[in-house]
């Protein structure tokens, strides 16, 4: 099966500028979770999706960042204006279930830098 | 709250001896425990877990990690590391009553030939 995707890989964008970031999920994984390391330090949670539903967004750092998963298979992750303290690298991951036996699968992330 | 703690950096080691890279963890209820394992340039990928029975679990290449509740420890180990183990270990945690799983800062393992 193919694993989570995300794109860009990599993005270098001025302060003041809006990146967009996507994820594509495993077929038929149902949660949707996105995750940020910024400057070394630990993996934060910042929202997680069932289908098309925000199930907990309380790790979004702001309103500048906006996730969206219209018909609960792709997400984006939106940053407007983006800030020099988002740099770091968005995780996405998926899993099957809720439960502790359902693993979360993670994408490769996007290195996202604002200079 | 959940948290994690990962207190070494970076943990060094010749190729042939055994491994730890140490975890502890914090939660209000049941501990769901993983760990996973980030190569360069590449997603974490899952290493192995815990959520009930034996406190000693085996997981992918030859890892294993031993869950301790009075000490709330779940160190990752491995009796003869590899120079292919090089990479950056994280621990996390889930309280068995959520669904967010908390991860630690990382440790970088360095396998030396």
């Known amino acids: 099966e193919a694993g989570v995707t995300q794109f860009p890989s990599h993005s270098v964008i001025e302060k003041g500028q809006t990146v967009t970031l996507r994820c594509d999920p495993i077929?038929?994984?149902?949660?949707l979770y996105w995750y940020r390391r910024v400057m070394g330090k630990e993996i934060k949670f910042l929202l997680h999706?069932?289908?098309?539903?925000?199930?907990?967004e309380s790790g979004m750092p702001n309103n500048r960042f906006l996730a969206e998963r219209t018909g609960g298979t792709y997400s984006t992750l939106k940053v407007q204006p983006a800030e020099l303290e988002d740099s770091g690298v968005y995780f996405c991951?998926?899993?099957?279930?809720?439960?502790?036996?359902?693993?979360?699968?993670f994408g490769n992330g996007t290195r996202l830098t604002v200079t | 709250a959940q948290s994690v703690a990962q207190p070494e950096d970076q943990v060094n080691v010749a190729e042939g001896n055994p491994l730890t890279v140490k975890c502890t963890y914090s939660?209000?209820?049941?501990?769901?425990l993983f760990w996973y394992v980030q190569y360069p340039n590449r997603g974490l990928q899952f290493l192995l877990k815990?959520?009930?029975?034996?406190?000693l679990v085996k997981g992918s290449y030859g890892f294993e990690a031993e869950f301790n509740k009075s000490q709330t420890s779940f160190h990752l180990k491995k009796p003869s590391a590899l120079v292919s183990d090089s990479a950056l270990y994280f621990c996390?945690?889930?309280?068995?009553?959520?669904?967010?799983?908390?991860f630690g800062t990382g440790t970088k393992l360095q396998v030396i030939p």
């Open positions: 991951a998926s899993s099957q279930g809720q439960g502790a036996n359902s693993p979360l699968h």
């Open positions: 077929s038929g994984h149902d949660n």
């Open positions: 999706f069932v289908k098309e539903s925000k199930q907990d």
């Open positions: 939660v209000s209820g049941n501990p769901y």
């Open positions: 815990y959520i009930t029975g034996d406190n």
């Open positions: 996390a945690v889930r309280d068995g009553g959520y669904q967010k799983v908390t």
